[in-house]
């Protein structure tokens, strides 16, 4: 997997993003949903 190197407001301008659209869960399909959430949780335990 690539190694991504974001600023701090770009790693969270990306997760707000990222939320706003799995709060939005009814209009995602499944594999979408998944996904996102995939994408989310790299994300996150990335910058830790």
Same mark, same amino acid.
């Given at each position: 997997?690539?190694?991504? !190197?974001?600023?701090?407001?770009? &790693?969270? !301008?990306? %997760? ?8 939005? =869960?009814? #209009? *995602?399909?499944? @594999? =979408? !949903? !998944? +996904? %996102? +959430? #995939? @994408? +989310?949780?790299? *994300? &996150? &335990?990335?910058?830790?």
């Amino acid at each position: 997997m690539p190694q991504l !190197h974001l600023s701090d407001e770009e &790693y969270n !301008h990306l %997760m707000e993003r990222i939320f706003k659209i799995l709060s939005r =869960t009814e #209009e *995602l399909d499944h @594999v =979408t !949903h !998944h +996904w %996102m +959430w #995939e @994408v +989310w949780r790299v *994300l &996150y &335990y990335s910058k830790l």
